[in-house]
Nanobody, 121 residues
């Protein structure tokens, strides 16, 4: 069974840093694009960052210059380095990965269960 598990959330100080990780496990042939999303209670899930299999990244304007996404393809892991944290970064953060499980199968999107980030002094 394929799983995405986020970790690294918690309490961060305004101006501080947190590093999120998302690990994919199970039967995986190739992981294509991976996205980081965030969602507050009662609000829509917003895209924060995208990283392609080749490492090309795109960021939402709200986090550009503060957040950096990277990936370790050998270990099926993606990271979100969050610097200069702001209270408005408080959300549940999710990773979403487009994964091909076999050479001849179709790629599908998978979601993790999320990790809570709280930014407060």
């Amino acid at each position: 069974q394929l799983q995405l598990v986020e970790s690294g959330g918690g309490l961060g100080q305004p101006g501080g840093s947190l590093r999120l990780s998302c690990v994919a496990s199970g039967s995986i042939f190739r992981i294509n694009v991976i996205g980081w999303y965030r969602q507050a209670p009662g609000k829509q899930r917003d895209l924060v960052a995208v990283i392609t299999s080749g490492g090309i990244t795109t960021y939402a304007d709200s986090v550009k210059g503060r957040f950096t996404s990277s990936r370790d393809n050998a270990n099926n892991t993606v990271y979100l380095q969050m610097n200069s944290l702001k209270p408005e970064d408080t959300d549940v953060y999710y990773c979403n990965a487009n994964i091909k499980r076999s050479r001849y199968g179709y790629a599908m999107d998978y979601w993790g269960k999320g990790t809570l980030v709280t930014v407060s002094s």
